[in-house]
């Protein structure tokens, strides 16, 4: 039926509530259909629809980036978040087109409104929509000497909830030298990076960097035995410590940082009796512009692999919630278990299409958006 018998309204309402993929399909419908649904404004509202949804436990995906120790190449695969409590069917995503003599080893992953950015190399980095197929290459960023031998760590988010249109990329080369850590922030607004200052050199990372509202996260060791999280505004590109106030043994043991629902949270695993550990979840709760909160939402015991615990106890972290207070959980190589607060036990998730010679460098949730790499 042309779209002239339908009102545009109605169309919009119809069109903002299917997922992406039932999107790209409908703009060969016409021309009409084509342009709503590349427009600037039906993007945002449905990436906005898209958060509601996830929020509902609906239309979550699980980003799963892998090493073969048997072909020694990196695949990435996308897989349904609800569907995990059952067998899981998942899909082999179809990444950018890249050099090969690019590729340095491993492959730094972190996520942002269905944006991943890929980091194969010190100066080959790709922001990638694996959903509608689109990436761009972000140009090299500021060359720093001796940085080829650094531990490099990147995140992505844009600079504040209300303004979508500049995507950053933070770049921290951990690089032992006098002068300190480097730090460098790319805008796809400009298409360039520059410096924004220096961490200490006594500075060390403790896991990934986590965004959550425009605001990068990450645990921070600094020698010889202080420990906190250092929280750096990409609207303002300030650093600021951020306290652990009336909980600070629970920031001194094993901790890793995620995000859920837009929320920073913090876990923490101790005391490992007969492989098995405790573990919390703790939330942090804004409650003004220098202020924070924390609160314990969870307390249970999980299993870890039956090898060396200090070696492997940092693979055993937690990917997502899942509807009904369900966790699921990265293991050691290709192994996600799924815990059940109703039984108190724990499930391995079995997915069909996953090889067992697979290595797990990162497990994210992501929703899936309309958002171009290249219109940003």
Known sequence: ??????????????????????????????????SLIEDG???????????SDIKNYQNQKIFLSCYGMVTEQIYHYSLDAPSLQHDSVVSLLKPPTVPESSWGGKVYVNSCSGLFVLALSPYNIVLWNPTIRESRKI?????????????????????SPSSKDDYKIVRLGLIYHPDGHDVQIFSTKND??????????SYDIEGDMVVADGIVYMIINE???????????????????????????????????????????????SSLINELADFEVWRMKKNGTMSYSWSKVLAITVPVPDDNWLCTRIHVLPVSFMKDGGILFRRSKADLL???????????????GLEASLYFYRALTYVETLISPNAL
């Open 1 to 34: 039926m042309p779209d002239n018998f339908i009102a545009h309204d109605n169309i919009i309402d119809v069109l903002i509530k299917l997922p992406v993929r039932s999107l790209l399909r409908f703009k060969l419908v016409c021309k009409s259909w084509r």
């Open 41 to 51: 404004q039906f993007i945002n509202f449905h990436q906005d629809r898209c958060k």
């Open 139 to 159: 140009p090299s960023p500021i060359s720093i000497h001796g940085e080829e031998q650094s531990h490099t760590f990147y995140g992505l988010g844009y600079d």
């Open 192 to 201: 360039s990076w520059k410096l924004i200052g220096k961490l200490p050199v």
């Open 223 to 269: 020698r010889p035995d202080n420990k906190f999280i250092l929280s750096l505004c990409l609207k303002n590109e300030n650093f600021e410590e951020i306290l652990f106030q009336g909980c600070r043994d629970v920031i001194m043991e094993k901790t890793n940082l995620f995000t859920v629902e837009g929320c920073l949270c913090l876990t923490k695993f």
């Open 338 to 352: 799924f815990y059940d607060p109703k039984t108190q036990k724990f499930e391995e998730v079995k997915i069909a």
